[in-house]
T-cell receptor, first 113, second 115 residues
Framework: GDSVTQMEGPVTLSEEAFLTINCTYT??????LFWYVQYPGEGLQLLLK?????DKGSNKGFEATYRKETTSFHLEKGSVQVSDSAVYFC????????????FGKGTLLTVNP | DAMVIQNPRYQVTQFGKPVTLSCSQT?????MYWYQQKSSQAPKLLFH???????NEADTPDNFQSRRPNTSFCFLDIRSPGLGDAAMYLC??????????????FGPGTRLTVL
């Protein structure tokens, strides 16, 4: 079946530090890949997505590249801000007739001033 | 702005007392989802509707039901809430195109407390 593995958190960084959150997956088909962000007490917001190999999703300074050869979709940002403190979820959808998203367990990021 | 709206944002109920959570959307999306998210965990899909077609996840307890009276609204009914049902409940919608690339958009969630 489908599964997503994210790096264990929590991750604590200083403002302006470089961020990487690792995400690897196994999928039965050819999945689309997503990163969602959840701020404290709120729902999930789509951060970025990629639907085919070598696609790069980007938004708000965050980037992730769909690497089929390594089955990875690592999230990066060059310079984090305090406002980036949140939980980040990697997810996939293998499609077929199934609309189900498979999520990783989430990574809590805390950015200190 | 087009959006997914959930009411109420916070709901307190008593053990065993039925409760209904509401979701509405202005995106005119075909698919609506309900997720349960417990503390520090990933969201867990309970069920979804494609238009009026209901799709239940195999491990969703019978205690959880849903209704979708029209395109815009979807309700989550918990018939007899237990302490273990305390969680954040997230509604999401998607256009309903090719499943693989269909993007889900989430509401802010309803936090349910069971006393």
């Amino acid at each position: 079946g489908d599964s997503v593995t994210q790096m264990e958190g929590p991750v604590t960084l200083s403002e302006e530090a470089f961020l990487t959150i690792n995400c690897t997956y196994t999928a039965t088909g050819y999945p689309s890949l997503f990163w969602y962000v959840q701020y404290p007490g709120e729902g999930l917001q789509l951060l970025l997505k990629a639907t085919k190999a070598d696609d790069k999703g980007s938004n708000k300074g965050f980037e992730a590249t769909y690497r089929k050869e390594t089955t990875s979709f690592h999230l990066e940002k060059g310079s984090v801000q305090v406002s980036d403190s949140a939980v980040y979820f990697c997810a996939l959808n293998s499609g077929g007739s199934n609309y189900k998203l498979t999520f990783g367990k989430g990574t809590l990021l805390t950015v200190n001033p | 702005d087009a959006m997914v709206i959930q009411n109420p944002r916070y709901q307190v109920t008593q053990f065993g007392k039925p409760v209904t959570l509401s979701c509405s959307q202005t995106l005119n999306h075909n698919v609506m989802y309900w997720y349960q998210q417990k503390s520090s965990q990933a969201p867990k899909l309970l069920f979804h509707y494609y238009d009026k077609d209901f799709n239940n996840e195999a491990d969703t307890p019978d205690n959880f039901q849903s209704r979708r009276p029209n395109t815009s609204f979807c309700f989550l009914d918990i018939r007899s809430p237990g302490l273990g049902d305390a969680a954040m409940y997230l509604c999401a919608t998607s256009r309903g195109g090719e499943p693989r690339t269909d993007t889900q958009y989430f509401g802010p969630g309803t936090r349910l407390t069971v006393l």
